[in-house]
């Protein structure tokens, strides 16, 4: 009896040990793997700003060549609920370890061809055109690449830190943001203007190829997560996943869209616009603009996490609204520090803005995931995240270069912002908070 007993422990503590060992490897391939997806997408966004407009657009105008170069960034926007409704009906049928795996692939390789693309100069309407597609190609990857990610380390770990695990996928826009702007600093700093308009922008995009051999030897090594394997043993699997959720959590679908309306759209005026603004408004480096979102990026790798915990510790509506209202007060004051403002000024609105930003989007993660069953939840979840895309952040630099033109004052885009933060709030109202809830199968979601 004693050594049955023995046996059994033993047997208990390897399951436990094989367990804590693949919630580690599901949160850092959860982590890693957004990182080299957003590390390809924020070095479009910055070169977007910096580079793309004289080299596919000469001819153009200041002002005409950025909205055409801030166009071809929104088609990524508009692919990603594309991405979402492909990858979210393969993710929830034949799970998220596979899928996760194209979706690093088809983002690692558009990316790198972007480094090979010859400008227009050399190969004429061509080079915008290609632009264009391995734009849509970079959105339908990162749209499926975000709720598979989240849902490998959520959906493995303790549940009662869904929030925390689910910020490692969140993780990885930081950390992305870091190595593909930190790339684009060091070189501009070290390059002549000239050398790295014409070639040294390039060198980021061709390591792809290095970080996706690096992504896919990780997320090869991990298992498939229980709360999917336990649908696909209960048989409840939908033979047509996205458009379940559509039917049946179109509520929660649209209301996870407008929660991230104050996230996602001054989100990207943070990071992309700010560069093209700030450049023309003071005439100040690049390099200053690219090391102050630098600071910021590296500051939420800390703060993403922290506010995760938070909203596992006091929900998730709680610390998320706060953080909306935070982003609505900053509005005014951004960019009348971004206009009138010296260096140091400036340097600390770009880092505020990043705090107020990492208070959303860290407890978002849980926050949308948690608003659909397992066997819809790939597809769901995804379609929620990436609706805003199309609505809030692809048009968002785009919309701020013309207000700005119209208006000739910046604070059409504190305006702009505002009116994001009363879309979240409102949905915010609405949208039901599951933080302490059981999100298996078998429990109950509203219809």
């Given at each position: ?9 033993k ?12 919630v ?27 580079i ?41 049928r ?30 004429g ?6 632009l ?6 970079q959105?339908i ?18 549940q ?17 943001l ?8 060091l ?7 000239s ?8 060198i980021?995009f ?29 048989q ?11 039917k ?6 649209l ?38 979102v ?78 659909f ?44 912002i ?6 979240t ?23």
């Amino acid at each position: 009896m004693v050594l049955g007993r023995n046996e059994a422990n033993k047997v208990i503590d390897k399951q436990a040990t094989e367990q804590r060992t693949q919630v580690r490897r599901a949160a850092v391939a959860s982590a890693i793997g957004t990182t080299i997806e957003w590390y390809d997408f924020f070095l479009y966004n910055t070169a977007a700003a910096l580079i793309f407009p004289q080299l596919f657009f000469p001819a153009s105008s200041t002002y005409a060549g950025a909205m055409q170069s801030f166009a071809t960034y929104a088609v990524g926007f508009a692919a990603r609920p594309v991405g979402a409704a492909i990858f979210g009906y393969w993710g929830d049928r034949i799970g998220r370890k596979v899928t996760l795996v194209i979706t690093l692939l088809f983002m690692g390789i558009a990316s790198a061809l972007v480094g090979l693309l010859p400008g227009a100069g050399t190969i004429g309407i061509a080079a915008p055109l290609i632009l264009v597609a391995l734009r849509l190609v970079q959105g339908i990857a990162i749209g499926g690449e975000w709720s598979g990610s989240v849902l490998l380390a959520m959906e493995w770990g303790d549940q009662r830190k869904r929030g925390l695990l689910g910020s490692f996928a969140q993780i990885g826009v930081p950390f992305g943001l870091v190595l593909g702007t930190g790339g684009m600093t060091l070189l501009s700093f070290l390059l002549s203007d000239s050398a790295f308009n014409s070639w040294g922008w390039r060198i980021p995009f061709l390591l792809s190829f290095v970080l996706v051999g690096i992504g896919l030897v990780i997320r090869l090594r991990i298992l498939e997560t229980p709360m999917f394997a336990e649908a696909v043993a209960k048989q409840q699997i939908s033979r047509n996943p996205v458009g379940d959720a559509i039917k049946h959590h179109w509520r929660e679908i649209l209301l996870s869209a407008g929660l991230r309306f104050s996230e996602q759209m001054p989100f990207y005026l943070f990071t992309s616009y700010v560069l093209v603004y700030v450049v023309a408004e003071h005439h100040y480096s690049k390099t200053f603009v690219l090391n102050a979102v630098l600071v910021a990026s590296a500051l939420e790798l800390f703060l993403i996490p922290f506010f995760s915990q938070l909203s596992d510790r006091y929900g998730r509506k709680t610390i998320y609204l706060t953080g909306a209202v935070l982003t609505g007060v900053l509005a005014f004051p951004y960019f009348a520090i971004l206009q009138d403002g010296g260096q140091v000024a400036i340097f600390l609105i770009i880092i505020a803005s990043m705090v107020v930003h990492a208070m959303q989007y860290g407890p978002q993660a849980a926050f949308i995931g948690e608003s659909f069953p397992t066997h819809l939840r790939y597809g769901g979840a995804g379609l929620g995240y990436q609706l805003a895309s199309v609505f809030a952040g692809g048009p968002a630099p785009l919309l701020a270069t013309w207000l700005l033109h119209v208006t000739g004052t910046p604070f059409s885009i504190s305006a702009y912002i505002v009116l994001s933060v009363i879309v979240t709030v409102l949905c915010g109202a609405f949208i039901v908070e599951r933080s302490r809830s059981d999100i298996s199968d078998h429990a109950t979601y509203a219809r």
